[in-house]
């Protein structure tokens, strides 16, 4: 069946530092995979997409690229802030969920001054 | 204007109860969805309805019962609250024919079992 690995956390990193948070992915067919964020006390809003191998989607300095290859869609970016403190969700659409999401189970990152 | 809302925010109650989580979307989408957040942010889909009919229903005790009186509208009844139940509850929606799957949430509900 359909699923989704990412790395777990918690990850603690300092202002500025380089972030990965890791994704993989099984799926039958082509999905799309999402990165959403969960910022505390709030519900989960997509931060990212790619439809389609070799596509990089990006949003808020955060960026992933699609890796048929290695079936992975690591998200990263280069200069962390105290704002990026949060839970952040990898997850995959495909037709063989019937267009559903499929969520990992979610890295917190904390992002110290 | 909030797109997908969910009341109450907050629920505190006693173990036995039954209580309500109302849902409610003005994006025009299909399909609405129920999620369970447990304590350790783990994301659970429960149930999903596509212009008012049931089309996902997971391993969850009967005792928790979705209702959609209008597409716009998925509510969701537990009844005999357990301490279990204790969790914070997303609603979610999206439009079938898109081609992306991206799910809109609201900002979820917090259900304390006493």
């Known amino acids: 069946g359909n699923s989704v690995t990412q790395m777990e956390g918690p990850v603690t990193l300092s202002e500025e530092a380089f972030l990965t948070i890791n994704c993989t992915y099984t799926a039958t067919g082509y999905p799309s995979l999402f990165w959403y964020v969960q910022y505390p006390g709030e519900g989960l809003q997509l931060l990212l997409k790619?439809?389609?191998?070799?596509d990089k989607g990006s949003n808020k300095g955060f960026e992933a690229t699609y890796r048929k290859e290695t079936t992975s869609f690591h998200l990263e970016k280069g200069s962390v802030q105290v704002s990026d403190s949060a839970v952040y969700f990898c997850a995959l659409s495909d037709r063989g969920s019937q267009g559903n999401l499929i969520f990992g189970k979610g890295t917190k990152l904390s992002v110290k001054p | 204007d909030t797109a997908v809302s969910q009341t109450p925010k907050y629920l505190v109650t006693q173990m036995g109860n039954d209580k309500s989580i109302k849902c409610e979307q003005n994006?025009?989408?299909?399909?609405m969805y129920w999620y369970k957040q447990d304590s350790k942010k783990f994301l659970k889909i429960m149930f999903s309805?596509?212009?008012?009919?049931?089309?996902i229903n997971e391993t969850v005790p009967n005792r928790f019962s979705p209702k959609s009186p209008d597409k716009a509208h998925l509510n969701l009844h537990i009844n005999s609250l357990e301490l279990g139940d204790s969790a914070v509850y997303f609603c979610?929606?999206?439009?079938?024919?898109?081609?992306?799957?991206?799910?809109?949430f609201g900002e979820g509900s917090r259900l304390t079992v006493l």
């Open positions: 309805y596509n212009n008012k009919e049931l089309i």
């Open positions: 979610a929606s999206r439009n079938s024919g898109g081609n992306t799957g991206e799910l809109f």
């Open positions: 790619a439809t389609k191998a070799d």
């Open positions: 994006l025009g989408h299909d399909t």
